[in-house]
């Protein structure tokens, strides 16, 4: 099994230019450790799956990368995660913009109670983005055009964005995040808390995203991750089993846990 | 091998089980008969023991109410004579100068005095002319001299005038001083009973709206003594108490739920602030008397020292209901906006307190609510003097509703304890003001999620 396990290590393929990396990444809560070794390439404009059964670690992963883990007490971190080859633990990093920069859309629809307008314009608003209400009206109609919600809000932004449903308040959560021009967003189960409907309205969403924006998600859903990912990476017990072309893993997993997972014989 | 070997004897007991679930139930059996009828029988005992509870509750508070308010309303109400003055011109301006200062210094008194002894001629003894002059109190004098510096066409005239009675009279004139009584063991003897039948019959007594008890401050003269020195005191007293507990209570509470690290520190601060929330009130008095009194010298009687007081007192109300504010609001929302690049204060202030806020402001109000009527730490601090002034700042001698209660209480005259449950009304009803005020803040600053 180990040697397997290796084997598949060292056949991750490494990517020529990517966008983030992960080194030798350990991660703990107090004594328990969440994350072995872990070593991950991104790929620009592309969507990168993270799947594993619960518990394995893929959302921990995903939450190191824009440093959300920072405000957990008792967590340390050991190894490297780089942006643009830049790491991002450096004392040298501001995280705040860090996090403007990684962009990041949460497991149940959080929009904040205020108004559709607000939920859009709270990030260019706090990062100084704009000089003037035009320049944020459009970010705010370019937003939400790009998150699919234009057409279905444009006559309510005023209106609060609570009163919205499930499908419509997880895509607000998108336009807001990409309101930021981040150059990464990452997706922490982004459908598990929606319809069938609204599931596929979000994955549509996410592959025409993929042509700006690189994309991390993480899922449940092995159809999800067939359908919306180009790369694939299989988390078991906090540790990196397998990476590669989403078909690959899909029809042609090379490690065994991989094999077990995909076919649904445990997880 | 063992695995299978487990499978099985899950199996088997998961057989015996089924096979106890598939034995009918006889549904109509008298054991589950009466099962049915003791469920029955606790639900009705149940409903009754929370509807007695209930009445009870009530039933108190109906009683203290309407203690307090029968013989509380009555301090609302004045009574009045009504006497013929003479406005003499030799006494109130005798060079007719019509010069006001000249006319503010006319002994009024005098000019009561003149038409009660008018009224009454038959009364010749000193001692019998001093009884009369209690029919009016020593405050009318004040009001007839602003009715001619008003109106200095009256000099010359006579009129009948309306007079603020003295306390004994209005007692009798309300009924609290019986007729019927020994007359060796009430306040009036038989003469001036004669006179309050005599002036009764002319009409010339009457209960009036008694505005001077919302506008005066406290006085000797029970007739003459007024609440509002006290409620501006209680004003300025919670101002300061607001403006030193409000932000000091947010901010520990926001530092401590949402920055401090959860160390041994924290623990014992936090076991502290909830300890302090229990500590008699007096204790933080005696606090207020040495460190504002003794070492800082502030001045003594002054709502300024009393609202630091307070405000001490108020603290860990304020913290403990914003604390468990701030923890009401949903994780999801800080990770929405850490997640957007919010940094933690921008986080906590654009997002955390606004949905805080209602809890923040309830809690707030309660402990004001509290503040407004605590009364042992300011006898501390002094604040339990007799003042006849309205305040007019933070600085200036003043004293709260709640300790104008206790004085009123504690006076001989009969006519306070009428004004002392007349002052519990009015500090219950800024109470209820303030606790529905709370109730408004929390509708209007209420959303949801």
Known sequence: ?267 | MTDMASLMEDRAAAKVISDNLHKPVDWDSPKIARNIKKRYAAERRFKFYGLSAIGIALLALFVLAGSIGSKGYSAFFQTYVQLEVTFDAAEIDPDGTGDPAVIGKANFDGLIKQALRDRFPEVTSRQAKRDLYGIVSGGASYDLRERVMENPGLIGQTRKVWLISGDDFDMLNKGYISADVDEGSRRLNDEEIAWYDSLKSDGAVEKHFHTRFFTNGDSREPELAGIWGAAVGSLYTLMVTLALSFPIGVFAAVYLEEFAPKNRFTTIVEVNINNLAAVPSIVFGLLGLEVYLNVMHLPRSAPVVGGLTLALMTLPTIIIASRAAIKAVPPSIRQAALGLGASPVQTVTHHVLPLAMPGILTGTIIGMAQALGETAPLLMIGMVAFIVDIPGGALDPATVLPVQIYLWADSPERAFVEKTSAAIMVLLAFLVLMNGFAVYLRKKFERKW
Do not use: W
């Open chain 1, 1 to 267: 099994m180990a040697a397997v396990s290796q084997s598949a290590m060292t056949a991750q393929p490494s990517v020529a230019s990517p966008k983030m990396t992960a080194r030798d990444l350990n991660l703990s809560y107090g004594d328990n450790q969440a994350l072995f070794d872990v070593n991950l390439d991104i790929v620009e404009r592309q969507v990168t799956a993270l799947i594993g059964p619960s518990g394995c670690g893929k959302s921990t992963f995903l939450r190191c990368m824009n440093r959300m883990n920072d405000t957990i007490d008792g967590v340390t971190i050991k190894g490297e995660v780089t942006l643009d080859g830049r790491d991002i633990y450096d004392k040298r990093i501001d995280v705040v913009q860090l996090r403007a920069r990684i962009g990041m859309v949460f497991q149940k629809p959080n929009p904040f109670p205020k108004t559709i307008y607000d939920n859009v314009a709270y990030g260019p608003r706090i990062h100084g983005l704009v000089n003037s209400r035009d320049e944020l009206d459009q970010i705010v109609m370019t937003s939400l055009e790009r998150a699919g919600l234009l057409k279905e809000v444009k006559d309510r932004l005023q209106s609060p964005a609570t009163g919205l449903s499930g499908g419509q308040q997880q895509r607000l959560c998108i336009a807001r995040a990409v309101a930021v021009s981040p150059e990464v967003i990452l997706m922490d189960e982004p459908c598990s808390a929606l319809d069938p409907i609204a599931t596929a309205k979000v994955e549509e969403l996410i592959d025409e995203l993929r042509s700006n924006y690189t994309i991390v998600i993480v899922t449940h859903s092995m159809q999800q991750a067939a359908r919306v990912s180009q790369r694939t990476a299989f988390f078991h017990l906090g540790k990196l089993v397998e990476v590669g072309e989403t078909d690959q893993i899909f029809t042609n997993p090379k490690d065994e846990r991989t094999k077990g997972y995909i076919t649904g014989r445990f997880g």
